[in-house]
């Protein structure tokens, strides 16, 4: 392959191949190598940029074999599943398509069935892109991540997960576990809204929502993620502070979103301007909370 006459790398740096059986063995390879190495999940992301060279661990740990971080588990009021968990099947699980639609309809919106069967739920979040469908779903759950070392385990919340562009706030000798999602009340409502340009892409802009309505039609608990539209998956603050309590109206609705549009610190790259962002980060919530809203029937 070449590009403006340069040869590109297609093929990785030499680097030592690890597959640890157990979550002790993982830890204890991560412990030893720390920064040195890269953990491999579904090898979705770190195989191509291996290739590429724009990374080259000394180590790289597969953690496929481990079974402690495999599996969906249904728990008093929540969802747990393993980091090695695969897309697909989050996809599948009756669990999560009867508890939390938000998490089967973001898990079919991933990439394309051949990135579905290998990617996982913790490779993907731990990637920490802006754009990624995990990302923004975590962030409208309220899901919690609980990681460990072999100094202890520590739970981080979604909100403080996602550090800075493709880093998580996760230590080089720790492991993610599992992600815990919030099983929402009955009747809640909860859409996922995502624009690309063709199929398989990552999103220009997308939002993830989930509200839940008190008997009196205003919004108890509100719950929003926006991915695409800034350095990090966005948590925007002061449109779920402005929601929470008030009957979702297509007049909240468009005040939130003017709100949205000061928030926001869009970047531009290869998928649009900064306005365009900004502009597109407006429709993903708008269309979102407009279905919410119908889904409800509070049309006043």
């Known amino acids: 392959m070449r590009h403006e006459g340069k040869a590109l790398a297609v093929f990785p740096k030499a680097f030592d191949y690890f597959a640890p059986r157990s979550l002790a063995e993982a830890l204890s390879l991560v412990e030893r190598y720390g920064d040195d190495a890269r953990l ?5 992301s770190v195989i191509p940029l291996m290739k590429l060279r724009f990374l080259d661990p000394a180590y790289l740990i597969d953690l496929k074999w481990v079974p402690d971080l495999k599996g969906i588990e249904l728990r008093d009021r929540e969802i747990c599943c393993g980091a090695m968990t695969r897309h697909c099947d989050m996809e599948r699980s009756k669990d999560i398509a009867r508890n939390i639609p938000l998490l089967h309809q973001a898990a079919t919106e991933i990439a394309d069935v051949q990135v579905r069967n290998r990617g996982t739920l913790g490779g993907a ?4 892109d802006p754009a990624g469908d995990w990302a923004v ?10 990681c460990t070392s072999q100094s202890g385990d520590r739970v981080i ?27 929402p009340p009955a009747g809640s409502k ?22 839940t309505c008190d008997a009196n039609g205003r ?18 603050n002061q449109v779920v502070d402005y929601l929470t309590g008030r009957t979702l109206t297509a007049k909240a609705i468009e005040q939130a979103c003017d709100l949205l549009e000061k928030q926001i610190d869009p970047i531009e790259d290869i998928r649009g301007s900064v306005a365009y962002k900004r502009r597109l980060a407006r429709v993903v919530l708008e269309r979102a909370l407009h279905q919410i809203m119908n889904n409800y029937g509070t049309h006043s």
């Open 40 to 44: 491999l999940a579904g090898g979705q």
């Open 125 to 128: 979040l731990c990637q920490a």
């Open 137 to 146: 779903t975590a962030l409208a759950l309220g899901a919690r991540m609980r």
């Open 157 to 183: 919340s979604a909100g403080a997960f996602f550090k800075d562009t493709f880093t998580p706030a996760i230590d080089s000798r720790e492991i993610l576990v599992d992600v815990r999602f919030p099983i």
């Open 190 to 211: 909860g859409v996922y809204i995502k624009i690309r340009k063709r199929a398989g892409d990552f999103a220009i802009a997308s939002a993830a929502v989930q509200i």
């Open 219 to 236: 919004c108890a608990n509100v719950g929003v993620g926006l991915g695409g539209v800034g350095s990090t998956p966005v948590l925007p």
